[in-house]
């Protein structure tokens, strides 16, 4: 009787692999001595879109997708990415004294989540006063509500700002099209890779899959977060040499014997 089933060799080394970078890299995190990750244009154009939204006298537009707030789904990271940039951009209209509008997505379970981030944000910055809970916005059930009743509010209230992360379908071409419409500087991005397009075509800024947590992490200075960008590095580079591996040993007539492993 074997301990390890066969055929599942490469799989096991990879999660050892993942631990030991985990462990690793939590501890240099914990201790800030991560190396540095290089500089994302679109983080720093939220900053920017800030500014012109006050210039302009108009409000800064958050958006996580009318599904945005799945909390029980394997979506979930994208749901807390969404918050942490939520709660950054709340800060940010707090610091510089913009007006914040949170469109939130129909997943009701995640209104406290919401609320409590934008909270925090004005908080943080000291000015708690200035948090009026009418900028969160429910649009009820449905992506095709969500995106009729967040059109209208661009249309309605002018855009300076449009930021949408995270949770998105079929609701963000229509959306983003819409700010741009209405002169607003979009920044964007999703993990769904689907849909990565759409932030493609019509943001000024894009943050392309898995960027945004990479973005994410960089945002929150949160040293978990940041340290999981290099596990996932980790990983992904030994998947590379996996591969690697798997093409030389076809070539030598061996392939069979190494995938079995």
């Known amino acids: 009787m074997y301990i390890i089933k066969t055929g599942t060799y490469l799989d096991l080394s990879l999660l050892v692999i993942l631990i030991i970078a985990m462990y690793y890299y ?25 500014g012109k939204s006050i210039e302009e006298n108009k ?14 789904s394997q979506l979930v990271s994208m749901t807390i990415v969404a918050l942490a940039f939520l709660h950054y951009i709340a800060r940010l209209c707090a610091k510089y004294g913009a007006k914040l509008i949170v469109h939130m997505p129909y997943q009701a379970e995640s209104i406290p989540l919401i609320e409590a ?60 099209e819409m700010a741009k419409i209405k002169g607003g500087l979009n920044v964007g991005g999703t993990g769904r890779w689907i849909m990565v397009y759409a932030f493609a ?9 898995q960027e945004i947590y990479t973005a994410g992490a960089i945002i929150s200075q949160n040293p978990y977060l940041l340290s999981g960008v290099f596990v996932e590095e980790v990983g992904k580079y030994y998947s ?15 392939g069979a014997a190494f995938f079995a492993l």
């Open 26 to 50: 939590n501890k240099i995190a914990l201790a800030g001595k991560l190396p540095p990750l290089r500089k994302i244009p679109a983080i720093e154009a939220i900053t920017e879109g800030v």
């Open 240 to 254: 590379y040499i996996l591969l690697i591996l798997g093409f030389i040993a076809a070539a030598l007539g061996a």
């Open 201 to 209: 075509m019509m943001c000024d800024y894009v943050f392309l899959g």
């Open 117 to 176: 981030m934008v909270r925090d944000g004005y908080k943080v910055e000291g000015k708690p006063e200035l948090f009026d809970i009418s900028c969160l916005r429910y649009h009820g059930y449905g992506a095709l509500t969500w995106t009729q009743s967040v059109t209208a509010s661009y249309d309605a209230e002018g855009v300076g700002l449009n930021l949408s992360i995270g949770i998105f379908y079929s609701d963000c071409p229509i959306s983003l």
């Open 59 to 72: 409000p800064v537009h958050y958006a996580m997708g009318a599904s945005g707030g799945q909390l029980y």
